[in-house]
């Protein structure tokens, strides 16, 4: 199986460790995985933002550079949604299979017990994208559950948004920042060490309200979690 990865622009910019975790987890498993240097933005911010044009082209590009692969793992639900559900109606035909890794892992590899070792108290924050177009249900937390000496705790109101998403928190500060207070706090009741989902963009919404709130806990990719042994 030719296996690629689309790094995404939050990740490719912020968090690179991210994408190095997925590729760490798939070697694991015995797979090469390629990056295409012509990868770019899936246009997700163009398209919701009324740049079509704009979307059109990057998505254009996107097929063009992944087309020749059989899977195209993205460490993002709101950026695989983007691909699955909008290219469609922006540039018609079909496009690469793209998954979320918890998708690859658990549907298309058929994993769940990747030998990760996390000795910590975590809490699971499912994305909108996620939850919503992806409907990755309990994937995610199946890969969880399988880590070793990891102590996973329930989100409470965890399908509540977190208040990111993308422009509306530049939009919308105000109930961005409200929803968002809303969603520290229920972390913070967990009492949780590290506050985990499949969206960086999601997370690093939630990390600057826990560190305004002064709370200990952290923010981590699952991907990260997965790859530790």
């Known amino acids: 199986m030719r296996i690629a990865l689309f790094i995404t622009c939050v990740n ?13 987890i ?19 911010m163009h398209a919701n933002s009324g740049y079509r ?40 035909g079909a496009v690469p299979p793209v998954y979320e890794l ?8 058929g994993v769940t017990d990747l030998g990760a070792r996390f000795p910590h108290r975590v809490t699971y924050h499912p994305t909108c994208h996620g939850l919503r177009m992806l409907r990755l249900g309990d994937r995610p937390l199946r890969l969880l559950r399988a880590v070793r000496d990891l102590e996973l705790v329930e989100l409470p109101g965890a399908e509540e948004c977190c208040g990111f998403g993308g422009t ?14 809303d969603k520290c706090a229920a972390v913070r009741r967990t009492g949780a060490e590290y506050v985990t989902a499949a ?27 997965l790859a530790h042994e």
């Open 26 to 44: 798939l070697e694991r498993l015995g797979h090469q995985v390629d990056f295409p240097a012509e990868q770019t933005c899936c246009g997700q």
């Open 168 to 181: 509306f928190a530049l939009k919308n500060a105000d109930v961005s920042a409200a929803v968002l207070a």
């Open 102 to 109: 918890s998708e690859l892992l658990v549907d298309v590899l």
């Open 199 to 225: 969206d960086n963009s999601c997370l690093m919404h939630i990390a600057g309200g826990l560190s305004r709130a002064d709370s200990a806990t952290k923010a981590i990719h699952y991907a990260e979690i």
């Open 53 to 92: 044009d704009e979307a059109i082209g990057l998505a254009e590009r996107f097929v063009r550079t992944f087309q020749r692969y059989d899977a195209v793992v993205a460490p993002s639900g709101s950026c695989v949604a983007m691909v699955r559900e909008s290219y469609p109606r922006l540039i018609g």
């Open 12 to 24: 490719d910019l912020l968090f690179a460790q991210t994408g190095q975790a997925v590729v760490r």
